[in-house]
Each structure stands twice: as C-alpha cells, then as structure tokens.
C-alpha cells in the first residue's frame, strides 16, 4: 500500500541582523516600522504558513570598538511585536526567540500565556541560550554564567516556566453571578519550585491560555542541544539545509526521542532556508550571484576576512589578494557579539585553507568570502524550488522550513505567489487552515491531551 505524502510545513523568518539582508535592494524597507512587520506576516497568512518567526538581539554587535553597521542594526522588543501581530493576523502562528539566560521564568512564562491569550493560542517561545559575556555586560552579567552550565539552566528555566503554565488547569474559572463565585479553586495559580537555578513560589497569575503551553523550539546544534530538543522542543530551528546534512541530521534527533517516551511526530525539524526565483533555472543561477555580491559589498568582505586575521584590514583592497601577514591569535577579539569569531577557532588553520582556495582559484578577497559563505539553499524556477523543498519532507530531510528572505517586506510575496501553488497542486501542502491554534497548524497534540508526552512525564487530562 503506498504511503501518503507527508505534508509540507513552512514558516516566515522576519530577517533582521544577519548577513542574508540586502538593506542596499531599491526593494528594501525599514526593519522596525510596524508596516514592515504587518506586510510580512499578512504575506505568510496568506500563504497559509504556519508561523512567523523573529530571532532576538540583545546587543548591537562591535567591530573594532564601533558599531557594526555593514548589516541592518537594531531589532525592536519581540514580546510588542508579536503582541502586535497578533491584533492584524487571524491564523499565522507568532514565534519568538527569547534567552533563557537573561531572564526570569516567571517573567517570560506570563508574557507568553498573555501572548497566547491575546492571539486565540498562536505563541510559540525558541528558546535559546547565550554563549557571550559581551551580551551579558548589558544585563549586569557579563559572563555570570560559565558555558558549559547555560544547557542546564535552559533546562531547568524551561521546567519552572511549564510548572507556571500548569498550576492552572482551566477549569478553575467559573465567573457565576447566581452565586458570586468566580473560581472553583481557591488555590489556582500556586507553585512552588525550589532548584539549583531557581527559588521562586507565589501565584502564577495568567489563567490557562488555549494552547496550555506556548510550542517550544530550540536552535542548538551541539549534543546538548540535540539532546535538549529531543527531550523537550516541539520543533528544531534547525541550520541543516541540504539534503545529505539534513537527512543525517533528522535521523540523529528522531532516533533520540524513544528514550524520553516521544514518537517521531512529536517532534518538527524545520531548518532555515534561504532563496532566488526565476522565470528559469538558469536566469535564478545568474540572479543568484547577483544577489550574493549585494550581500557581501567590499567591506563585508573585509569584515568578515578580520573575523579570522583578527586584525585592521581596511587598507587592503577587497577585490585584491588575501593578506600575506597571519593572523593575530591573541585571546582579545576584533569582533564582538558575532557568533563568527567561534566558528574559526583555529585562525591559522583557516588561513591556510582559505590562502589555498584563493590561489587555486584566482579569488579576490570579495570573491573568496562570497564563495565560502552561505549560498541561497534554493536557486530556481518555482517548478524547481517546489520539487525540491517536496523532496526535503517526503525523504526525511526535513518537515518544512523557515524560509529566510533577502529582501524586506516584500521577500516573501513572489514565493507565496509562484512555489505555494505549485506545492499544493502536488497535494503536499494545505489550500486553507484546518485549525486555530499554532498546534493544530504543526500536528501537535494540546498539553491536555491524554497522549501528549513532553520528556518523560505524561500530562493527564
């Protein structure tokens, strides 16, 4: 008997502070007026997404004692974004990367129930923790917390917050004005945790949101971080976006998920994705390298270049070789806040390698960095893109994908236009929403449900 076809689950990544954008495109807008956010989620509404997705930033990153302005600066406050999505969408789920690091369960825990409350049970929470003392300086915690223990904080941060969620159950509200009795449970909302992070107990004060519990993803790569979502995520924000890494990658987390008592389809792995379209094949290739030269300018280049000489490059010309000096390996960086500067630990092993390719290729230094960085993971006629992204789910590369594009607002609009279509003609992706809830849009079970398992506990109805 033949296999249905899995469906195709897709999202938006509202592109902020990262080296995708192309804020010089005659197309781009402004990254934090409120038309930009409206114009992007009303694009995935309309293509019948299931969420969208903003990523945090906490400080603004440095490059030499300055500003590092060669990409879109600044990111206003997530939780007033979302909330204010929630007012000018109906379906669209609303995601949120919030650090586990720099706040209080509790805190976070009641600006997720209001969010689920204030959308009708769209809020989902990435949770992530932060590796950089430079981000904590704006927190008074630079460096307050070693590495290797911000898994088991996040742990332990996620654990409180559930128990928040939980100490209403959803029955307690019984508002009846025969009788003036508004709760049936005097002792709705109490908790009491006591741990190695966290002391808290008190009243939770936000009644139980439609979804119970905001989705939970998580964006770690390392083993903790399969481990983690394994253990407790809904869905992976996931970097593998080809198809061998990506099918390696999904094998590995969906075989962790039996030791915590989790089926295969509790859990979503759903990596970013980037993309050119074109009338065809060969005019996306062209328009492709086109698109890569305005995401890497000659001073990108050069910045990206000090991530591993770790030294002032600006006198060099970026359509000129590669510096014949070696980087300096001193502990102090020229970059911060970039997660870059962990990538090449080994400075003068990359240089090495990247002299040699540049050699061998008779690359500038523009050229080298442009070539070595992230390529769009989809370049094609729409035909192309849907066949290949089709491809992705129905092999178990992947469930779906957060589809990141270049250009803001209006990124998105030509691929709802032209790929949508062509997914739902193959029968692979939905014309309307089924549901309401975020979790309906995922195929999750609500925390109710008599079979929902996150972890090793079971949550009775």
């Not at 025969?178 to 709760?183: S, V």
């Not at 035909?383 to 066949?387: G, N, P, R, W, Y």
């Not at 929902?452 to 506990?457: A, E, P, Q, S, Y």
């Given at each position: 008997?033949?296999?249905?076809?899995?469906q195709?689950h897709?999202?938006a990544?509202?592109?902020?502070?990262?080296?995708?954008t192309?804020?010089?495109?005659?197309?781009?807008?402004?990254?934090i007026?409120?038309?930009?956010?409206?114009h992007?989620?009303?694009t995935?509404e309309?293509?019948?997404?299931?969420?969208l997705?903003?990523?945090?930033?906490?400080?603004?990153r440095e490059?030499?004692?300055?500003i590092?302005?060669?990409?879109?600066?600044?990111?206003?406050?997530?939780?007033?974004?979302?909330?204010?999505?929630?007012?000018?969408?109906?379906?669209?789920?609303?995601?949120?990367?919030?650090n586990?690091?720099?706040?209080e369960?509790?805190?976070v825990?009641?600006?997720?129930?209001s969010?689920d409350?204030?959308s009708?049970?769209?809020?989902?929470?990435?949770?992530?923790?932060?590796?950089?003392?430079f981000?904590?300086e704006n927190?008074r915690?630079g460096?307050?917390?070693p590495?290797?223990?911000?898994y088991?904080r996040?742990?332990?941060f996620?654990?409180?917050?559930?128990?928040?969620f939980?100490?209403?159950h959803?029955?307690?509200i019984?508002?009846?004005p025969?009788?003036?009795?508004?709760?049936r449970?005097a002792k709705a909302?109490?908790?009491?945790?006591?741990?190695?992070?966290?002391?808290i107990?008190?009243?939770?004060?936000?009644p139980?949101?439609p979804?119970?519990?905001?989705v939970?993803?998580?964006?770690?790569?390392?083993?903790?971080?399969?481990e983690?979502a394994a253990?407790?995520?809904?869905?992976?924000?996931?970097r593998?976006?080809?198809l061998?890494?990506?099918?390696?990658?999904?094998?590995?987390?969906?075989?962790r998920?039996?030791?915590?008592?989790r089926r295969?389809e509790?859990l979503?792995?759903?990596?970013?994705?980037t993309?050119v379209?074109?009338?065809?094949d060969?005019?996306?290739e062209e328009r492709a390298?086109?698109?890569?030269r305005?995401?890497?300018?000659g001073?990108?280049?050069l910045?990206?270049?000090?991530?591993?000489?770790?030294?002032?490059?600006?006198?060099y010309?970026?359509?000129?070789?590669?510096?014949?000096?070696d980087?300096?390996t001193?502990?102090?960086?020229?970059?911060?806040?970039?997660?870059?500067?962990?990538?090449?630990?080994?400075?003068?092993?990359?240089?090495?390698?990247?002299?040699?390719?540049?050699?061998a290729?008779?690359?500038s230094?523009?050229?080298?960095?442009i070539?070595t960085?992230?390529?769009q993971?989809?370049?094609?006629?729409p035909?192309?893109?849907?066949?290949a992204?089709d491809?992705f789910v129905?092999t178990?590369a992947?469930?779906?994908?957060?589809?990141?594009p270049h250009?803001?607002?209006?990124?998105l609009d030509?691929?709802?236009?032209?790929?949508v279509?062509?997914l739902?003609?193959?029968?692979v992706?939905?014309?309307e929403?089924e549901?309401?809830?975020l979790?309906e849009?995922?195929?999750?079970?609500?925390?109710?449900?008599?079979d929902?398992?996150?972890?090793?506990?079971r949550?009775?109805?």
């Open positions: 008997m033949t296999e249905p076809l899995k195709v897709l999202a990544h509202f592109p902020g502070v990262n080296n995708t192309v804020w010089s495109d005659p197309e781009a807008g402004s990254h007026d409120f038309s930009s956010f409206v992007f989620a009303r995935a309309r293509a019948r997404f299931d969420f997705f903003l990523a945090e930033g906490l400080r603004l490059h030499a004692g300055r590092y302005d060669l990409d879109v600066v600044g990111r206003p406050d997530t939780f007033t974004v979302l909330a204010a999505l929630a007012a000018v969408t109906d379906r669209l789920g609303l995601t949120g990367t919030i586990s690091t720099f706040n369960p509790y805190e825990a009641r600006q997720f129930a969010l409350h204030l009708a049970g769209r809020a989902a929470w990435n949770v992530v923790t932060s590796w950089d003392a981000t904590g927190f915690r460096g307050f917390l590495q290797e223990e911000r088991s996040a742990k332990e996620l654990a409180t917050a559930h128990e928040l939980d100490s209403w959803g029955d307690e019984v508002a009846d025969a009788t003036g009795t508004f709760l449970d909302g109490a908790f009491v945790h006591t741990g190695r992070h966290f002391d107990h008190g009243r939770f004060d936000v139980r949101s979804q119970g519990r905001p939970i993803f998580q964006a770690g790569d390392s083993e903790e971080g399969r983690f253990a407790e995520a809904d869905a992976i924000f996931s593998h976006s080809r061998d890494t990506g099918r390696a990658f999904y094998a590995d987390v969906k075989a998920l039996a030791r915590y008592g295969p509790h979503l792995i759903l990596p970013a994705a993309f379209l074109a009338d065809t060969a005019e996306a390298r086109e698109v890569r305005l995401q890497v300018s001073a990108t280049a910045r990206h270049l000090e991530f591993v000489w770790n030294r002032d490059l600006s006198a010309n970026p359509e000129g070789p590669l510096p014949d000096i980087p300096d001193g502990e102090e960086h020229l970059a911060r806040g970039r997660a870059q500067t962990r990538e090449y630990r080994d400075r003068l092993a990359t240089a090495r390698e990247w002299r040699e390719l540049a050699a290729h008779g690359w230094i523009r050229d080298l960095v070539h960085g992230n390529r993971s989809f370049v094609g006629s035909a192309t893109v849907a066949a992204i491809e129905q178990d992947s469930d779906g994908f957060i589809l990141v250009v803001t607002p209006g990124g030509e691929f709802a236009d032209t790929v279509p062509l739902q003609e193959r029968g992706y939905r014309t929403y549901g309401t809830t979790r849009h995922l195929g999750l079970d609500h925390p109710d449900h008599p929902h398992v996150r972890g090793t506990r949550v009775a109805s």
